[in-house]
């Protein structure tokens, strides 16, 4: 197959380097790639939102499957202007993403489809979501509709955290369209967790389970960032990966079938584990980053036949299968990340990490200077993955890695891993 990754993070870096795993797979381009994509694909300088420009390059190109990264495309639409030139692509359609791309269409699915998830209520107004959270009552989560980043929900555990959120929204108008509708959420108490299940449209074969550190700092402190690290397999209890398979995702395939909006690609579901079980807290229309780091160096299977198949609507298999090792993602970010972030440090060391037989980097805020040598080009810049017979030597393989590579500004949490290490000990 001839094969267009639509991206430009680590996360599409780890997509192409599955491909060129796969046997059915024969070449890889890349729209926009980065620099370390680009030693491993042919990158095309188009955006990943012109859609226009992407698909008559994947025509020109004679591409078999065009497999998209990230939420933006998708939410745009590009799975109804492949389809609408009969090309194949792996991702849902602009009304299957709704289930991303707005977080009320997502609250309402799951509760007309029984789906366990908070209370919520929608506000189109101030006094609307101040009704609301007296309603829902304190704390309580307000999330904008529409795509915000990863940066449109606040959690006001008191009157004045209210007052503060109900001007970010409605006098800062931070969120712009995608906050005019607000989403208030009853605040859900437990651990988090994800999980992602590669459909077809009515069949689904779950990915390895997985856990990604979100905060910028160790112990889970500092402010949310897109993922500062990930590993997999996840600690979890034994069941609940059925559990979560029967109450969310079964019925989630089944309810989107029904309604005329079959669900082709990856449905990463975010849980928050309560006392009373699982309850959704959103919906993901691709693969997490930095989840897919680590989930897919453990994926044996041959990737790129897998997402043929699904976009195909055609899954042959009932599972994949994981290599029995663990892998740990540290993610390398730049200085002042995930505020303003400086660019133009020189990145030195990766091939020097990479000569170490279980370690992997992938590229994602990275540039060519004028000079050609490898710069800091965004928040978060390298993502540095060790493989292991166990989390423990992941870990520690891992960070070897990122010993090696160096940048000004280098920052990263160090502690990968640790809370589940805790656990394996504990138990
Ligand atoms: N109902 C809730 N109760 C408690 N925490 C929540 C709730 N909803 C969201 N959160 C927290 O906010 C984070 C972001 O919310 P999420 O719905 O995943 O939106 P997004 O990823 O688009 O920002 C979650 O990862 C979780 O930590
Ligand atoms: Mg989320």
Redesign the pocket.
């Known amino acids: 197959m001839r094969t267009l990754v639509i991206g430009s993070g680590a996360r599409e870096h780890a997509i192409v380097h599955a491909l060129r795993r796969s046997p059915s797979v024969r070449e890889i381009y890349a729209a926009p790639g980065n620099p370390g994509i680009a030693e491993a694909a042919d990158v095309l300088p188009i955006s990943v939102d012109d859609l226009p420009s992407l698909a008559e390059a994947a025509a020109d190109l004679r591409i078999d499957l065009t497999v998209v990264g990230p939420e933006l495309p998708l939410a745009l639409g590009i799975g109804d202007t492949f389809a609408g030139r009969g090309m194949r692509l792996f991702g849902p359609t602009s009304h299957a993403a709704q289930l ?1 791309a707005s ?1 009320v269409f997502a609250k309402e699915f799951c509760l007309r489809n029984d789906i366990p998830t ?1 209370r919520a209520r929608v506000a189109r107004s101030r006094d609307e979501a101040a009704a609301a959270v007296r309603e829902i009552g304190l ?1 309580a ?1 307000l ?1 904008a509709d529409g ?2 980043g ?4 606040l ?1 006001a555990s008191d009157q004045e955290a209210l007052d503060e959120a109900l001007a970010v929204f409605y006098e800062e108008r931070r969120f712009g369209e995608a906050g005019e509708k607000v989403l208030v ?5 437990g651990e ?1 967790l994800s999980f992602m299940v590669i459909s077809d449209g009515r069949r689904f074969v779950p990915l390895a389970t997985s856990h990604d550190y ?1 905060r910028a700092l160790d112990g889970d402190q500092g402010p ?1 960032t897109g993922g500062m690290g990930s590993h997999s397999p996840a600690v979890l209890a034994s069941g609940l990966g059925r559990e979560i398979i029967e109450s969310v995702v079964r019925p989630t395939i089944a309810g989107m079938e029904a309604e005329g909006r079959t669900y082709r690609g990856v449905l990463y579901v ?1 849980l ?1 584990l309560t006392a009373e079980g699982p ?1 959704v ?2 919906f ?1 229309c691709r693969l997490g980053d930095p989840e897919a780091q680590s989930i897919l160096l453990r994926l044996e299977d041959d990737f790129g036949l897998a997402l043929k198949e699904a976009a195909d609507g055609n899954l042959s298999r009932g599972a994949f299968s994981w290599r029995r090792e663990a892998v740990a993602c540290v993610v390398l970010a730049a200085h002042g990340y995930p505020g303003k972030v400086r660019r133009g440090d020189v990145i030195t060391g990766i091939d020097d990490a990479l000569t170490m037989p279980r370690v992997t980097v992938y590229q994602a805020g990275t540039a060519r200077d004028d000079q050609g040598r490898l710069v800091t080009a965004g928040g978060r810049v390298l993502s540095v993955c060790g493989r292991g017979a166990n989390l423990a030597d992941a870990v520690s393989t891992a960070y070897a890695g990122v010993e090696r590579i160096h940048f000004e500004g280098k920052t990263y949490r160090t502690d990968i891993g640790a809370d589940s290490l805790a656990r394996l000990g504990g138990s």
Do not use: T
């Open positions: 991303e977080k908070g704390p989560v999330k795509l915000a990863g940066k449109g929900v959690i959420e009853e605040f859900l108490e988090e979100k949310n975010g928050m309850r807290l959103e993901n």
